[in-house]
């Protein structure tokens, strides 16, 4: 950093170094032998992750681990790395957690054992991690008692792998030597958390243990009978319904894997390509350098998931030059921390809580990417827009072109003819693949491996004719920019490895694990080659030192790539403590009756619940574990309430839904850590820069709201066509919003037509809305005549029934169920076909009998319920007339903001 920027307050690059190291990779880091041998660890961990995700343990009948097996070794390398490389922070506050929550956790435990179960041993471990913690944990070295925190924690770990056999035979009875893990497992864990990922989410581990123990002490509407320290370390250690659960799985079996191929996509020099890029691209713009930034923020999305390692790669970069520019301090952070929050929610990689998604909601991860597409592009799209209305409002100008641009004709036919080229190599890819496999059978493989290595040496070859990129120092002045085709040329080969992943997972539709395997393989492969063959191309001669720097390179990635993943995995470890304890309590159902007496039952105020505590759990767990927790709470309970409604929320918009508000939370002041991270980088204050980055995400903010009430947007239910057509118009609407919440359209906007235009964007985005106003989506009838409705509507539609019956637990509630109508000759039939038997008494109609499997049971319904409405679906003219009268007022609003534009005047940035 420059003089200047280190008198306004910013951080110089070792500090920034060290801030990411300090929340994403530890801040430890030893020198000499015991650093080279905390980067072999990380360098195992990593060649064991890519072992059990390839095909070779089963095609060589050996080194295969079952899953329980896998989540052991996973959790056992996270725990011994981040004692070795996080040391203990000594602040009264974290240091009085450290004491305070071993010692809470020892007498929870102790008063929890019961049946005759030794409890003096219990204090123990507690009081040797209390003092480990007291002698101190210096930065550069490893002191003996660290080691041996390190060790036995995972030793803990692995004992599920080394005892597995043993422990299948007694699930449900531990025995003392299990007591002894568990115990000393879960204190361990939750120091490690401490460590690695800051006070919160161990704080909230340490809430739902104790819950779980006193549970007869809770007040009246969440208390439960209480669990005895037996059930307790049978469910969260020895069994995988706690620690070693769902979470931990997808930790070791999908995310290490995608974090993994974007640590190496990065040591290979994609991070530095997609910023040139993105500047060579759009840096001559209006506020050039900050709508290069949104750009940069999206495509190096693919590499990091972390959103303070993404603002940190490209915030050095962009925020100067932002600044220089005309935007403030704050509003050039602010726009950083925007963009690149939001990169983990951007398909193909989004965050490792797309991939949880996965499991919990049942559905293959293709058809995560395909719901997250269009809120993720619009999102981004709409930053873009928002930062041009902020360079028109400071009367801002990009920056200068060292080339002189071709007629503006000329630039849009090589664009439409780019696209040409690029539509027919895709059909002749995903056809030639199709030919490829039958006729080369077994040896497909390798015939498509050829194919790409081939494509590969022709991208490397293109690249060889233009200069190579050099980072740019963000200090110097910029005098111009370099023109775009040369620098796009320089690393087309970047983009295989994301082609190879897309594919594998949208055409092959293999598994995540899988597809991340072989794109991590492919990956491997140009980190070691790119270098040799450059300089073969370039004529430079010396291989051999460009091999040594391409293994270099190589094992650089695989070593950060494993040391990223260190926070992950704990978290996805401790947040299984949290799932485990609602399973094992019974708290979630609790939870939903008080959330529907704090709602009133209103299905908004529940939502505004949810994103209320995401937000606030967020503020001190990674997105993550904010997920898992949120997501296992409430996910089931807005479901639900919906459906007690009157409205069918599919489970994905749900959990997108809690996503959306968790990646919020990096920004949301006062703890976003996002903002803090762009502040130290561009000198900023921190809350100012958070706040302004809050004002600019209220898109991301708002887009679940909409999706929840309206599934087209997460291209439920549409074809192709229609989900192109939902995509321009949602696009234009989010356009529409930014322009409302930034005051500023085609001039300064006057209140009343900030409303016109929240009016006319919220009617683009659910023209249903008032339609449903104008004329009635359905038809009620009595519910004796639920079989003439049948034959009201066509095989396959919905009847809208809302029934009475009992929950879980026996209570009596009301709520809605969507009944596919089968095939049959009579309305009868039509409903026995969906597996629905019902008698009709005199003042009732009563479920008698439901198939099993049948549509009718998947809709919720069961026998001895009772139908109090049937509704039938009508003719209803199209929702989209309503576009017409929105469309108009937009006019009017243009027409009022033109005779005026010219005169606005630029405001200071």
Request: charged share 10%; aromatic share 10%; proline share 6%.
């Given at each position: 950093?420059?003089?200047?920027?280190?008198?306004d307050?910013?951080l110089?690059?070792e500090?920034?170094?060290?801030l990411?190291?300090?929340?994403?990779?530890?801040?430890?880091?030893?020198q000499?032998?015991?650093?080279?041998?905390?980067?072999?660890?990380?360098?195992?961990?990593?060649?064991?992750?890519?072992?059990i995700?390839?095909?070779i343990?089963?095609?060589?009948?050996?080194?295969?681990?079952?899953?329980?097996?896998?989540?052991?070794?996973?959790?056992?390398?996270?725990?011994?790395?981040?004692?070795?490389?996080?040391?203990?922070?000594?602040?009264?506050?974290?240091?009085?957690?450290?004491?305070?929550v071993?010692?809470?956790?020892?007498?929870?435990?102790?008063?929890?054992?019961?049946?005759?179960?030794?409890?003096?041993?219990?204090?123990?471990?507690?009081?040797?991690?209390?003092?480990?913690?007291?002698?101190?944990?210096?930065?550069?070295?490893?002191?003996?008692?660290?080691?041996?925190?390190?060790v036995?924690?995972?030793?803990?770990?692995?004992?599920l792998y080394f005892?597995?056999?043993?422990?299948?035979t007694?699930?449900?009875?531990?025995?003392m030597?299990?007591?002894?893990v568990?115990?000393?497992?879960?204190?361990?864990?939750?120091?490690?958390?401490?460590?690695?990922?800051?006070?919160?989410?161990?704080?909230?581990?340490?809430?739902?243990?104790?819950?779980t123990?006193?549970?007869?002490?809770?007040?009246?509407?969440?208390?439960?009978?209480?669990?005895?320290?037996?059930?307790?370390?049978?469910?969260?250690?020895?069994?995988?319904?706690?620690?070693?659960?769902?979470?931990?799985?997808?930790?070791?079996?999908?995310?290490?894997?995608?974090?993994?191929?974007?640590?190496?996509?990065?040591k290979?020099?994609?991070?530095?390509?997609?910023?040139?890029?993105a500047?060579?691209?759009?840096?001559?713009?209006?506020?050039?350098?900050?709508?290069?930034?949104?750009?940069?923020?999206?495509?190096?999305?693919?590499?990091?998931?972390?959103?303070?390692?993404?603002?940190?790669?490209?915030?050095?970069?962009t925020?100067?030059?932002?600044?220089?520019?005309g935007?403030?301090?704050?509003?050039a952070?602010?726009?950083?921390?925007?963009s690149?929050?939001?990169?983990?929610?951007?398909p193909?990689?989004?965050?490792?809580?797309?991939?949880?998604?996965?499991?919990?909601?049942?559905?293959?991860?293709?058809?995560?990417?395909?719901?997250?597409?269009v809120?993720?592009?619009?999102?981004?799209?709409?930053?873009?827009?928002?930062?041009?209305?902020?360079?028109?409002?400071?009367g801002?100008?990009?920056?200068?072109?060292?080339?002189?641009?071709?007629?503006?004709?000329?630039?849009?036919?090589?664009?439409?003819?780019?696209?040409?080229?690029?539509?027919?190599?895709?059909?002749?890819?995903?056809?030639?693949?199709?030919?490829i496999?039958?006729?080369?059978?077994?040896?497909?493989?390798?015939?498509?491996?050829?194919?790409?290595?081939?494509?590969y040496?022709?991208?490397?070859?293109?690249a060889?004719?233009?200069e190579?990129?050099?980072?740019?120092?963000?200090?110097?002045?910029?005098?111009?920019?370099?023109?775009?085709?040369?620098?796009?040329?320089?690393?087309?080969?970047?983009?295989?490895?994301?082609?190879?992943?897309?594919?594998?997972?949208?055409?092959?539709?293999?598994?995540?694990?899988?597809?991340?395997?072989?794109?991590?393989?492919?990956?491997?492969?140009?980190?070691?080659?790119?270098?040799?063959?450059?300089?073969?191309?370039?004529?430079?001669?010396?291989?051999?030192?460009a091999f040594?720097?391409?293994?270099?390179?190589?094992?650089?990635?695989?070593?950060?790539?494993?040391?990223?993943?260190?926070?992950?995995?704990?978290?996805?470890a401790?947040?299984g403590?949290i799932?485990?304890?609602?399973?094992?309590?019974?708290?979630?159902?609790?939870?939903?009756?008080v959330?529907?007496?704090?709602?009133?039952?209103?299905?908004?105020?529940?939502?505004?619940?949810?994103?209320i505590?995401?937000?606030?759990?967020?503020?001190?767990?990674?997105?993550?574990?904010?997920?898992?927790v949120?997501?296992?709470?409430?996910?089931?309970?807005?479901?639900?309430?919906?459906?007690?409604?009157?409205?069918?929320?599919?489970?994905?918009?749900?959990?997108?839904?809690v996503?959306?508000?968790?990646?919020?939370?990096?920004?949301?002041?006062?703890?976003?850590?996002?903002?803090?991270?762009?502040?130290?980088?561009?000198?900023?204050?921190?809350?100012?820069?958070?706040a302004?980055?809050?004002?600019?995400?209220?898109?991301t903010?708002?887009?679940?709201?909409?999706?929840?009430?309206?599934?087209?947007?997460?291209?439920?239910?549409?074809?192709?066509f229609?989900?192109?057509?939902?995509?321009?118009?949602?696009?234009?609407?989010?356009?529409?919003?930014?322009?409302?919440?930034?005051?500023?359209?085609?001039?300064?906007?006057?209140?009343?037509?900030?409303?016109?235009?929240?009016?006319?964007?919220?009617?683009?985005?659910?023209?249903?809305?008032?339609?449903?106003?104008?004329?009635?989506?359905?038809?009620?009838?009595?519910?004796?005549?639920?079989?003439?409705?049948?034959?009201?509507?066509?095989?396959?539609?919905?009847?809208?029934?809302?029934?009475?019956?009992?929950?879980?637990?026996?209570?009596?509630?009301?709520?809605?169920?969507?009944?596919?109508?089968?095939?049959g000759?009579?309305?009868?039939d039509?409903?026995?076909?969906?597996?629905?038997?019902?008698?009709?008494?005199?003042?009732?109609?009563?479920?008698?009998?439901?198939?099993?499997?049948?549509?009718?049971?998947?809709?919720?319904?069961?026998?001895?319920?009772?139908?109090?409405?049937?509704?039938?679906p009508?003719a209803?003219?199209?929702?989209?007339?309503?576009?017409?009268?929105?469309?108009?007022?937009?006019?009017?609003?243009?027409m009022?903001?033109?005779?005026?534009?010219?005169?606005?005047?630029?405001?200071?940035?």
């Open positions: 950093m420059s003089d200047t920027s280190k008198q307050g910013a110089s690059q500090e920034l170094d060290e990411v190291a300090s929340s994403d990779t530890g801040g430890r880091s030893p000499g032998p015991v650093g080279t041998f905390i980067l072999l660890v990380a360098l195992v961990w990593s060649l064991f992750q890519l072992w995700a390839s095909p343990p089963f095609m060589i009948g050996a080194g295969v681990f079952n899953d329980t097996e896998a989540r052991s070794i996973h959790l056992a390398f996270a725990l011994f790395l981040a004692f070795a490389a996080y040391p203990a922070a000594r602040s009264p506050v974290q240091l009085g957690l450290a004491i305070g071993p010692a809470m956790l020892a007498i929870l435990f102790m008063v929890g054992a019961k049946d005759g179960v030794a409890v003096w041993w219990i204090p123990i471990p507690a009081i040797l991690l209390i003092g480990a913690v007291f002698l101190g944990s210096p930065k550069d070295r490893i002191p003996p008692w660290e080691w041996a925190l390190a036995v924690g995972a030793a803990a770990a692995l004992y005892f597995y056999d043993g422990i299948a007694r699930v449900g009875a531990p025995i030597q299990d007591y002894v568990a115990v000393i497992g879960l204190m361990l864990l939750l120091e490690a958390t401490r460590r690695s990922l800051g006070p919160a989410l161990m704080i909230v581990a340490t809430v739902f243990l104790a819950y123990f006193l549970g007869p002490m809770m007040p009246g509407i969440i208390a439960h009978k209480g669990n005895s320290l037996s059930e307790v370390v049978n469910h969260q250690w020895i069994t995988t319904e706690g620690v070693f659960g769902i979470a931990l799985g997808v930790s070791t079996s999908f995310v290490f894997l995608f974090v993994l191929f974007g640590s190496l996509l990065d290979a020099g994609a991070g530095n390509y997609f910023i040139q890029v500047f060579s691209l759009m840096g001559h713009m209006r506020g050039g350098p900050a709508k290069a930034a949104v750009v940069s923020s999206a495509m190096t999305g693919l590499i990091s998931g972390s959103s303070i390692a993404n603002v940190v790669t490209t915030g050095t970069f925020i100067p030059l932002m600044k220089r520019v935007f403030s301090s704050e509003k952070g602010a726009v950083e921390v925007a690149s929050v939001n990169g983990q929610i951007m193909p990689v989004m965050g490792a809580a797309a991939f949880l998604m996965v499991e919990y909601v049942g559905i293959p991860y293709f058809d995560v990417v395909k719901h997250a597409f809120p993720a592009v619009i999102s981004y799209i709409a930053l873009v827009y928002i930062v041009h209305l902020e360079a028109m409002k400071a801002l100008e990009g920056l200068p072109r060292s080339y002189v641009p071709g007629p503006l004709l000329r630039r849009l036919v090589g664009t439409v003819f780019a696209i040409i080229v690029v539509c027919a190599l895709s059909f002749a890819v995903y056809y030639g693949m199709g030919w496999r039958p006729a080369f059978g077994s040896a497909a493989p390798y015939v498509i491996f050829l194919a790409l290595t081939a494509v040496v022709g991208l490397l070859w293109v060889s004719r233009e190579p990129l050099e980072m740019e120092d963000p200090d110097a002045p910029v005098t111009e920019l370099s023109p775009p085709g040369p620098v796009v040329r320089t690393g087309l080969h970047f983009i295989l490895p994301v082609v190879v992943l897309v594919w594998a997972l949208m055409v092959d539709r293999l598994s995540p694990g899988l597809s991340a395997f072989w794109a991590s393989a492919f990956m491997i492969f140009i980190l070691v080659t790119q270098r040799p063959i450059l300089a073969v191309m370039r004529g430079l001669g010396d291989t051999s030192t040594r720097a391409g293994f270099i390179d190589l094992i650089d990635g695989l070593v950060s790539g494993a040391r990223n993943m260190i926070g992950i995995g704990i978290a996805t401790t947040a403590i799932v485990g304890a609602v399973s094992q309590t019974g708290v979630g159902s609790a939870l939903a009756d959330v529907e007496v704090l709602s009133g039952g209103n299905i908004m105020a529940i939502l505004v619940l949810t994103a505590l995401s937000l606030i759990l967020g503020m001190g767990l990674p997105t993550t574990a904010n997920y898992i949120v997501s296992a709470l409430l996910a089931p309970v807005i479901v639900t309430l919906g459906q007690q409604n009157g409205l069918i929320v599919p489970l994905i918009a749900v959990h997108l839904f996503f959306y508000f968790g990646i919020m939370a990096d920004v949301t002041p006062p703890v976003g850590l996002a903002s803090f991270a762009a502040a130290a980088v561009s000198g900023g204050d921190p809350i100012r820069t958070g302004v980055a809050f004002f600019y995400s209220l898109r903010a708002a887009l679940p709201f909409l999706f929840i009430f309206n599934t087209e947007l997460l291209l439920i239910g549409v074809n192709w229609q989900g192109i057509f939902i995509f321009v118009v949602a696009t234009v609407a989010m356009l529409l919003f930014a322009a409302a919440t930034q005051g500023w359209f085609l001039a300064r906007n006057r209140f009343y037509e900030t409303i016109a235009l929240l009016l006319i964007a919220f009617t683009l985005f659910r023209p249903g809305f008032w339609m449903d106003m104008v004329s009635a989506p359905f038809e009620n009838v009595e519910p004796a005549a639920i079989a003439e409705a049948a034959m009201d509507v066509e095989p396959g539609e919905n009847l809208r029934l809302t029934v009475d019956g009992l929950n879980s637990v026996g209570d009596p509630i009301t709520f809605t169920a969507l009944l596919p109508v089968g095939e000759a009579t309305g009868e039509r409903l026995l076909a969906s597996g629905l038997e019902y008698i009709v008494n005199p003042d009732s109609v009563l479920i008698d009998n439901v198939g099993f499997g049948s549509a009718a049971q998947t809709a919720g319904l069961d026998w001895d319920q009772t139908i109090q409405e049937v509704l039938v009508v209803q003219p199209s929702k989209y007339w309503m576009f017409i009268p929105a469309l108009a007022l937009l006019a009017l609003v243009v009022l903001q033109r005779g005026r534009s010219g005169r606005a005047q630029p405001v200071a940035a």
